[in-house]
């Protein structure tokens, strides 16, 4: 299953984005970033055999194994893409909202889109992690 990264706003060369290439790096599954501006752009099409996450602070709040078996039951299904969308400085439209098939929330601070994309990153390794069986994730 490809994870589809569509985020708002130009990442650049800082220390978000050294972050968001180290993780994309350990990811085993194929990995796109598509970046927009803060607005206007076309969304590229949805896949029709894809699922949307929209990242939105009022969005359910995961544990990584509870994430993780997430992502492994739309790939078990068949998912072709899992796209994840991570507004701008004021979030997504009420369509986008709507059309998602998961809200997801990093905890119910607000987080600069720039680090929520390293801390998606993260969490997509994490997960592809639990799910081979991996190290990198030890239950407290």
Not at 77 to 98: K, M, S, T, V
Request: hydrophobic fraction near 40%; aromatic fraction near 6%; charged fraction near 30%.
């Amino acid at each position: 299953m490809l994870l589809h990264i569509v985020a708002r706003g130009r990442i650049g060369r800082g220390p978000e984005a050294e972050l968001v290439d180290r993780y994309a790096k350990r990811i085993a599954w194929p990995v796109k970033l598509t970046e927009l501006p803060d607005q206007g752009g076309r969304i590229p099409p949805r896949d029709p055999d894809g699922v949307t996450v929209a990242l939105d602070e009022r969005g359910e709040q995961l544990s990584s194994v509870e994430f993780a078996r997430k992502l492994e039951r739309w790939r078990d299904a068949g998912r072709r893409e899992c796209r994840f969308l991570i507004g701008a400085a004021d979030g997504h439209e009420d369509q986008e909202r709507a059309s998602a098939d998961l809200l997801l929330a990093f905890g119910k601070a607000t987080w600069p889109h720039l680090l929520a994309r390293a801390m998606l990153m993260e969490q997509l390794f994490r997960a592809t992690s639990i799910l081979a069986n991996h190290p990198y994730h030890r239950e407290g």
